[in-house]
């Protein structure tokens, strides 16, 4: 069975610009959340998607936003981009919501901010 | 703040001996327990689970969970070089993992 998978892997983007990530999850997985994983604050977790629906949100502000598919597919968009956005940014799937759960990763996409 | 602390290492065994790893966690509440190993540049994989109080063996993977002390950890016997690697402790005290910062192990050959 295929993996989560993520694109673009690596990315570039300068201060004040967008950008959007995609995700797919493992077949028959409902669930995607997604992470920001940095070497001073670890993996954060961002929200999750649900049926088309965000679920869960954590605490990051509002230029982090995302959405789901019918499919499952979902994407995430940074809006203004900060040098703190600097990240590897993750989603992971599961088949119900995470609560209960057991997740599983993607490669994730690497986000420079120049 | 829920907290996850795992002692950020490095570890370092010797081939075949026995990686011992342990986290703590903050919310009394919390249900289901996950260990991530992350290599260098690559993304967390899932290779332990536990959510009752007890050990769970999977190969050369032991999982240990005490609720009472909010104390998971995570045994690795006949250590090999192939588990250097970063090792996340992930709790979930709801509907998102929390995860502690990881703990280095380096396995010396």
């Known amino acids: 069975k295929a993996g989560v998978t993520q694109t673009p892997r690596y990315l570039i983007k300068t201060r004040g610009q967008q950008v959007t990530l995609s995700c797919s999850p493992i077949?028959?997985?409902?669930?995607v959340s997604w992470y920001q994983q940095t070497p001073g604050q670890g993996l954060q977790f961002l929200f999750e998607y649900f049926s088309e629906t965000q679920r869960n949100k954590g605490n990051f502000p509002g230029r982090f936003s995302g959405r789901q598919f019918s499919n499952s597919r979902s994407e995430m968009n940074v809006s203004t981009l900060e040098l703190g956005d600097s990240a590897l940014y993750l989603c992971?799937?599961?088949?119900?919501?995470?609560?209960?759960?057991?997740?599983?990763f993607g490669p994730g996409t690497r986000l420079t901010v120049t | 703040q829920k907290e996850v602390e795992q002692n950020s290492g490095p570890l370092s065994v010797p081939e075949g001996a026995i990686a011992s790893l342990n986290c703590t966690y903050s919310?009394?509440?919390?249900?289901?327990f996950f260990w991530y190993r992350q290599y260098s540049g690559k993304s967390p994989e899932l290779i332990m689970f536990i959510y009752s109080n007890g050990d769970k063996e999977d190969g050369r993977f032991t999982a240990q969970l005490n609720k009472a002390s909010q104390y998971v950890s995570l045994l690795i016997r006949d250590s090999q070089p192939s588990d250097s690697a970063t090792y996340l402790c992930a709790v979930k005290p709801g509907y998102a993992l929390n995860f502690g910062k990881g703990t280095s192990l380096l396995v010396t050959p």
């Open positions: 992971a799937s599961s088949r119900g919501l995470a609560g209960a759960l057991e997740q599983y």
């Open positions: 077949s028959g997985h409902r669930s």
């Open positions: 919310d009394r509440g919390s249900q289901s």
